[in-house]
RNA sequence: GCGUGCGUAGCUCAGUGGUAGAGCACACGACUUUUAAUCGUGGUGUCGCGGGUUCAAUCCCCGCCGCACGCACCA
């Protein structure tokens, strides 16, 4: 007989003998959460004062007439102590019936033990949810990485401290953000995820299909697009928490749907908007964590403003030892690419060259580049959707912020003239028919959105999973996501 | 998508070309202040799935599935 089947027919005795494994509701019903009522000990104990707290027993060390357990409720765990002598015959014998995972309600008063820990002193206990798996081994915890991710439910009970801080921290990091911006008046909206056409990014999209409309649709790549369609009709700041979705790889850093926090602040510029990253940045990490300095594997790293700023070419020139400007087109980087033995993909463009070079710089600064780093002034040819930089051709006004080695924000000027945007458009349609399939879109609509006049702007993507990565020393995008992307495994039967 | 590694009890892991083990958990018993409780007794199983080699496969070979890591792609 499986352990399930153990239980199941515990289950039963137990509505044999009138008890619901289930209960609808319980009486007398909860008075302090866990750690709320060990916050009050003193006072409580002193008095002796009659107190329900609930759980789930997570450990029980049977003493012939008497019972220790642990019970654990969502914010904390504390040790019950039943007698027989005390909760009655029949209440013990139900107790004999429960099992590890089972929650439970317990009154009595609080004490101290001999052996000095403040438990809970049972007089009467209930069974308010009948478990029927065993819960995973207590000290061994739950390792196997496929199983904690699709039984997340199993890695926060098993592995509740360091799974628990991490998801805690995500929304606290990311409420932290929505104060920030909602403190300098942005104006937080929801927009499309089913779209008829896909853009603001470049990358393949998940597609779908309407049956009423009749309609191919997308789920959005990001919501770039149309937050500025909202600069358009006169918001001055918006921003969105986007969840995003790209049918692309997975690894440590990619996840197919990811969230990511786009924000577009008229009459701004690039620069203003390297101030309000850095900005928020250190803002949510302050707020939600209380520091400025976090451990990511063996490095420290330091958030403290002002991040390191350097141009896009500057960089690549002190890591890598190539001016790329010095190499104006294709031939010539490709030429001296190859000649320092860099390995690239031949068939690039002089600005996927320049992309892979900014990888190579990441591998070439070792820790050094795990601080924050502003990296800006892009070429022109990856950035459609960006305004020119006049003083420099060729350039676009851009930026990245890179935190941990990872890419965490992307930002520009954004781009408002329409002529020029449909020009990238085209040029990007051009790319598509020489087999590119992640180039983007035409979108007349946004070209036509533009021609009634978008004021000028910077806007900002961040990365939050990437974020939240960097500010709790988890390495892989899987251990910041509640349920991660899985493959489909045949589903066991009568589970 | 490619390469490497892994997949054994509920969990964490050993192990072997001769039909499978440990600790925890679990079952039964003892114990009314224990806390990795203790003591006694007893099981746990499609050894990821499918095929092949072999007298015999959990082990060797092939294919598949899943996961991890690296590369490619991307944020």
Known sequence: MSEREIRIEKAQRLREQGIDPYPARFQPERTHTIPNAMEQFETLSENKTTVTLTGRMVSRRDMGKAVFMHIEDGYGKVQVYARRDDIGEEQFAVLKLLDLGDFIAVSGYLFTT???????????????????????????????????????????????????????????????????????????????????????????????????????????????????????????RVYEVARNFRNEGIDRSHNPEFTMLEFYEAYADYTVMMQRVEDLVTFAAQKALGKLQFEWGDVTIDLTKPWRRITLRDAILQYVGIDYDEYPDRESLLNIINKKKIHVDPNRGRGRLIDELKDEMFRAGGIELLQPIILYDFPVDLSPLTKKKPEVPGTVERFQ????????????????????????????????ALGDDESQTMDSDYIEALE????????????????????????????????????????????
Not at 412 to 426: A, G, K
């Open 114 to 236: 001999k052996t000095g820990e403040k438990s809970l002193h049972a007089h009467s206990l209930s069974l308010l949810t009948k478990s029927l798996h065993q819960l995973p081994a207590k000290h061994e915890g739950l390792k196997d990485a496929e199983l904690r991710q699709r039984k997340r439910y199993l890695d926060l009970i098993a592995n509740r401290d360091e799974v628990m801080s991490v998801f805690i921290a995500r929304t606290r990091i990311i409420s932290a953000v929505r104060e920030f911006l909602d403190s300098l008046n942005y104006l937080e909206v929801e927009t499309p995820i089913l779209q008829p056409l896909y853009g603001g990014a470049t990358a393949k999209p998940f597609s779908t299909h309407h049956n009423a409309l009749d309609r191919d649709m997308f789920l959005r790549i990001a919501p770039e697009l149309y937050l500025k369609r909202l600069l358009v009709g006169g918001f001055e």
């Open 401 to 432: 912020a890179h935190l941990a080695g990872m890419q965490l924000a992307t930002s520009f000027s954004e781009l408002n003239d329409p002529q020029d945007q449909f020009d990238r458009f085209e040029d990007q349609a051009a790319q598509r």
């Open 452 to 495: 009634v006049g978008m004021p000028p702007a910077g806007g900002v993507g961040i990365g939050l999973d990437r974020l939240v990565m960097a500010l709790t020393n988890q390495q892989n995008i899987r251990e910041v996501i509640l349920f991660p992307t899985m493959r489909a495994i045949e589903q066991q039967e009568n589970m």
